[in-house]
């Protein structure tokens, strides 16, 4: 079932926003559309799915789709999800290919990114590797002796349902970038969250913010340290809207440094862990979509 036009839909769904572009079979980003803020109501989730379809200018040649969630890559079902467990059970694929007559797909966000650093990005020489995403929540692909691994249950890289200290608290909040700004505009007066602000404020080098940035860094860094220790990847890749922040990247490179220092080299070997931002930083999920469907639909 192959449609030889060459534009497609991508849409990522993600906790807090859906972001979606219309792109050529390359890959290349034709024209972005304003992100919109993620509905937690069945109803209303779906319809703005819909809306997002209905606003393409020209019929698009398909339709890509990265969401949170685990997801039956095959038919297009939401077998589980934290964030929106209204949809379990849910077949978002065939929703949209009944009502606008398109071929459609449905891939995990984690899964997303690793497959678009894949095709045209930061892993497409690497054999085993690690993809973070880091957002609303975290979570990851995982690249192993060159294939995506999945997993016997499709749930590798479900990186949010890792639990430490129950105590603690909800383990995504942790990692959460929005987490973070939610906080850091609170330290510099913000009525209102903005990432932007407080990125300008650490690259200004406003003290107020050091040690919020500092500890949350370390956070990230650890749980980096522990997935090298227990994956020994080549490359740990950073995506999401954080990471186009330079500042991060480097942080995350010095607290990991930190750790490693206070580690004997006896139980490490060679197997220090190398960091680097997405070749396309929060578009990285809308990139894997189009790869995930081109696979899917056009190999066939």
Not at 69 to 83: A, P, V, W
Request: charged content about 25%.
């Amino acid at each position: 079932m192959t449609n030889k036009q060459s534009r497609y839909l991508a849409i990522d769904i993600g906790g807090t926003y859906i972001k979606s572009a219309f792109l050529d079979e390359e890959g290349r980003i034709i024209e972005r559309y304003s992100s919109i803020s993620t509905p937690y109501d069945k109803k209303q989730y779906i319809d703005t799915i819909f809306e997002i379809v209905e606003q393409t200018k020209e019929k698009p040649a398909g339709v890509a789709v990265s969401t949170s969630g685990i997801i039956d890559n095959d038919t297009g079902t939401y077998l589980q999800s934290g964030s929106f467990p209204f949809m379990i059970s849910e077949n978002l694929k065939d929703l949209i290919e009944s009502k606008y007559n398109l071929t459609a797909s449905v891939v995990n966000d984690g899964q997303a990114a690793l497959y678009g650093e894949m095709w045209k990005g930061k892993l497409r020489k690497q054999r085993n590797a690690l993809l973070v995403t880091i957002g609303t929540g975290i979570v990851g692909g995982l690249l192993i002796n060159g294939q995506p691994y999945l997993g016997a249950h499709g749930m590798a890289g479900e990186l949010s349902s890792i639990t430490q200290d129950e105590k603690e608290g909800y383990f995504p909040v942790k990692y959460s970038s929005t987490h973070f700004i939610e906080r850091a505009s609170q330290i510099i007066g913000l009525d209102e969250p903005d990432g932007q602000e407080v990125f300008r404020n650490l690259y200004q080098g406003k003290q107020d913010l050091d040690q919020l940035f500092t500890d949350y860094c370390y956070l990230v860094s650890l749980l980096l340290f522990n997935l090298q220790v227990t994956l020994d990847p080549e490359l740990i890749v950073i995506s999401g809207g954080i990471s186009n922040q330079e500042i991060f990247i480097e942080e995350l490179r010095k607290q990991c440094d930190i750790i490693y220092k206070n580690k004997s080299e006896a139980y490490l070997g060679p197997g220090h862990l190398k960091i680097t931002a997405s070749a396309f930083r929060s578009d990285a999920n809308l990139l894997g979509a189009l790869y995930f469907y081109k696979t899917k639909y056009e190999s066939e």
